[in-house]
């Protein structure tokens, strides 16, 4: 494993490991008041619209959105798996793991791709592209328009943790990381997670909820 690198900044490799995590729990804090500001919206819209909120969400798939929910919290398990043995320096095993959770976010776009191609052949999609039925009630077009937004949102966040997923393990596999040097490891892990907690919360936001 190549010895850490300390930045000029800091005054011991203890001090960069610190701020490197502080820095990844206040991004996630600022993540987590993004997405905290869509739910409250939606929880604001949902009251003033009810009936036509449930009437948007008939479109989406109950199995799909299940299957997606199992994927990530598997993705999650392998995820937490890989920070453990990390720091048992057994890096190669970090990497496979990391792989396995990469190809997992792989899955989960899929089976989105296919639920947004089922709900662009309905015509339903967000704002004023919602034709579904003609001159659809606003609560229908605003509930929908959320759910693409705030599920297309996740799906970027997705996309990002599975870049930094498939990064970290290449360099674990290298020998870049192992059980003295693995501050990178658990901020991707970190940031996996809350993506997956994300979901969980969408998904009986726009799937189970009636």
């Known amino acids: 494993m190549s010895a850490q690198r300390l930045v000029e900044q800091f005054e011991s490799l203890e001090k960069?490991?610190?701020a490197a995590r502080l820095?990844?729990?206040m991004f996630l804090g600022s993540e987590t008041l993004l997405f905290g500001a869509l739910f409250a919206a939606y929880a604001y819209y949902r009251g003033m619209y009810p009936d036509e909120f449930v009437q948007a969400l008939h479109h989406n798939s109950v199995a799909l959105g299940t299957t997606n929910t199992v994927v990530l919290i598997t993705s999650s398990f392998t995820v937490a798996l890989g920070v453990h043995f990390i720091r048992e320096n057994k890096a190669r095993l970090t990497a496979g793991l990391f792989v396995v959770s990469t190809l997992f976010g792989a899955v989960f776009l899929v089976v989105k791709g296919i639920e947004y191609s089922h709900h662009i052949h309905e015509n339903a999609l967000p704002?004023?592209?919602y034709t579904?039925?003609?001159k659809p009630p606003a609560g229908v077009v605003l509930g929908y328009t959320l759910y693409w937004f705030m599920t297309a949102l996740h799906g970027l966040h997705v996309i990002a943790g599975m870049i930094m997923?498939?990064?970290v393990a290449l360099l674990c596999w290298k020998g870049r990381y192992g059980a003295h040097r693995n501050?990178?490891?658990e901020n991707v892990g970190l940031y996996w997670h809350l993506v997956d907690v994300v979901w969980i919360f969408l998904w009986p936001l726009f799937y189970l909820t009636d």
Request: glycine share 6%; hydrophobic share 65%; no cysteine.
């Open 23 to 25: 820095a990844m729990w």
């Open 127 to 129: 704002s004023g592209m």
């Open 165 to 167: 997923l498939a990064v």
């Open 183 to 185: 501050v990178a490891v």
């Open 132 to 134: 579904f039925i003609d």
């Open 16 to 18: 960069q490991d610190h």
